[in-house]
C-alpha cells in the first residue's frame, strides 16, 4: 500500500545545480501537486496537474519546472537551484478535483542548496 | 483573499492534559472546505479530518475533536487526554472549490504540539 512516492528523500546541490524531484502514486489518481514547506509559513503550492500531460502554476511556481508525462508520476526540475530554494517539498493526490477531495502526500523530500 | 491563521505556534502539555488548537480562516466563497493535518516527526503529512462549509456539526473522533464555527470562521482542534504520542505540527487547511480545477489547499503556518510523558 504505497500510495505516494517520492524519491529522493534527501538532497544537497550547490547553487547553480539542477535536479529533479520525482512523486509517484499507485492510487490512479486523477489530480498531483507540489508543495513546499518553510518554516512558518506551512505548506505552498508549487505546481499542479489536473491529468496527464497537463500541469498548471500555483502560488510559488518561480524557479521550478513540472510534467506530467504519465498519470501515476508527477516531476518537479531545478533548473539552477538558488539557496532561496533550500525547503522541504511534498507531493500529493487527489482523486477529484474541485477543492473538496482529500489530497495524500507524500513523506517529503527534504533539499539544501548551498 | 483565502487565509488561514493559527496563532498559536508552539503549545506544550503534560500528558493527560486536554489541548486546543485554534483555526481562524478567511473566505469571501460560501462553498469551501476545511481541513486538519497531522505532520509526525517522521514529516509526513497525515490527513485527520475534512469539514464542508454547510455543515458545522461538531465530530469527534475517539480523543479528538473538532469545533466549527462560521460565526467566528474558526475551526478548532480539541484532544483529549493528551498523549506522547500527539506531539507533532498539526496544520489546519482551507480549500477553494473550483470545479474541474486542481484544489488548491491553503495551509495556516502550523501548530507544533509537544506532549511531555
Known amino acids: 500500500n504505497a500510495g505516494v512516492t517520492q524519491t529522493p528523500k534527501f538532497r544537497v546541490l550547490k547553487t547553480g545545480q539542477s535536479m529533479t524531484l520525482l512523486c509517484a502514486q499507485d492510487?490512479?489518481?486523477?489530480?498531483m501537486y507540489w508543495y513546499r514547506q518553510d518554516p512558518g509559513m506551512g505548506l505552498r503550492l508549487i505546481h499542479y496537474?489536473?491529468?496527464?500531460?497537463?500541469?498548471a502554476k500555483g502560488e510559488v511556481p518561480d524557479g521550478y519546472n513540472v510534467s506530467r508525462l504519465k498519470k501515476q508520476n508527477f516531476l518537479l526540475g531545478l533548473e539552477s537551484a538558488a539557496p532561496s530554494q533550500t525547503s522541504v517539498y511534498f507531493c500529493?493526490?487527489?482523486?477529484?478535483?474541485?477543492?473538496?477531495?482529500?489530497?495524500?502526500f507524500g513523506a517529503g523530500t527534504r533539499l539544501s542548496v548551498l | 483573499a483565502q487565509k488561514v491563521t493559527q496563532a498559536q505556534t508552539e503549545i506544550s502539555v503534560v500528558e493527560k492534559e486536554d489541548v486546543t488548537l485554534d483555526c481562524v480562516y478567511e473566505?469571501?466563497?460560501?462553498?469551501?472546505?476545511l481541513f486538519w493535518y497531522k505532520q509526525p516527526p517522521s514529516g509526513e503529512l497525515v490527513f485527520l479530518i475534512r469539514?464542508?462549509?454547510?455543515?458545522?456539526q461538531n465530530e469527534i473522533s475517539g480523543r479528538y475533536s473538532w469545533n466549527f464555527q462560521k460565526s467566528t470562521s474558526s475551526f478548532n482542534f480539541t484532544i483529549t487526554a493528551s498523549q506522547v504520542v500527539d506531539s507533532a505540527v498539526y496544520f489546519c487547511?482551507?480549500?477553494?472549490?473550483?470545479?474541474?480545477?486542481?484544489?488548491?489547499?491553503?495551509f495556516g503556518q502550523g501548530t507544533e504540539l509537544s506532549v511531555k510523558p
Open positions: 496537474s489536473v491529468g496527464e500531460g497537463t500541469t
Open positions: 487547511a482551507l480549500s477553494e472549490v473550483r470545479y474541474n480545477q486542481g484544489g488548491k489547499l491553503i
Open positions: 473566505t469571501r466563497d460560501t462553498t469551501y472546505y
Open positions: 469539514r464542508n462549509s454547510f455543515d458545522e
Open positions: 492510487m490512479n489518481h486523477e489530480y
Open positions: 500529493a493526490s487527489s482523486r477529484l478535483a474541485g477543492g473538496w477531495d482529500i489530497q495524500y
